[in-house]
Each structure stands twice: as C-alpha cells, then as structure tokens.
C-alpha cells in the first residue's frame, strides 16, 4: 500500500467510469485449422456475456463484447437512411457481423468468410483499441505498423488541432 491508501495492484482489465471495457495492448496467436484462435487472457473477461466479430477497417476485424456493439449498434441505426455512405457504411457493419463465443479454452470460432475479407492465414494480432479489438493477420498488421510509425510524426501534427 502506498501512502494514499490504495493498492498497487493493476486489473487485468482497465474500464473507465461506466463500466466499459478498455483494451490495450498487441498480442499475437496462432488459428487452428477449424479456425480457431484463443482469445488473450487479459481480453478474456470483458468478452464473457459474449462478442460481435465483424469486418473492420484497412483489412482488419473489429471484435466487440455485446455492451459496446449495442452502443455502436444504436448510433449506425441512427444514421440517415437517405444518404449513401451511411447505408454502405451500416451494410459493412451489420452484414458482416457474427456473434461468437469463447469456448470453455477462451478460443472464439471465426467464420470462413471473415477470415477470408481479413487475409487471415495463421498467425493473428490482436490489438486492443479502447472500446473494441481489432483482429490482423500478422503479416498485413506488421506492414500497417511499419506504415504507421514513418507517419507518426506527420499524423500527431494533424492531429494536434483536434486537442491529441
């Protein structure tokens, strides 16, 4: 105990004040051929009541535990139907969703056709990104880190008006 009275002692998983899980971190796994993969154990708890896997962003796939998928669920629903990048972009979203569960080893099953859309082979990343994470198959997430970190510099500036 420190002198404030509080604990050192770091949570497997950090939430803030409302309860929702925040990830962090990059871990790397391999997918069985049944296409299976073991979810990180820090991740583990957050996805207990369940998750959303559906197609993400640059080749990736986004994984959320069922309370955030509902709150994006509800803002996408919410999107004006008349215009055309919120359908495409709600489209992408919905269509592309399943709802997975991990077996009592804390793997996660994904379907056949998000493996494909992600370029998926064998080894995956798991990336954690505050309210959700973000599934790549290992090769394409080094090569968009490598992109990334020559940028770095380039994106905090522009950035920088938005208060980051």
Do not use: C
Request: charged share 25%; no cysteine; proline share 4%.
């Amino acid at each position: 105990m420190g002198d404030s009275g509080m604990e050192w002692d770091f949570p497997a998983r950090i939430t803030h004040r409302s309860e929702t899980p925040m990830f962090i971190g990059e871990y790397r796994h391999t997918m069985d051929e049944k296409g299976r993969i073991s979810v990180p154990v820090k991740f583990r708890a957050s996805l207990s009541d369940g998750a959303i896997v559906t197609r993400g962003l640059d080749r990736s796939l986004f994984l959320y535990p069922v309370s955030s998928w509902q709150l994006l669920a509800q803002k996408l629903a919410a999107l004006p139907l008349g215009q055309e990048e919120s359908r495409a972009f709600t489209r992408l979203m919905f269509a592309g969703a399943m709802d997975v569960a991990l077996d009592a080893s804390g793997r996660l099953l994904l379907p056949e056709y998000l493996r494909q859309y992600a370029s998926i082979q064998k080894s995956v990343v798991f990336a954690g990104l505050y309210d959700r994470i973000e599934l790549w198959d290992a090769t394409l997430w080094d090569a968009h880190t490598r992109s990334l970190e020559s940028r770095g510099n380039e994106i905090a500036e522009r950035l920088a008006g938005l208060g980051v």
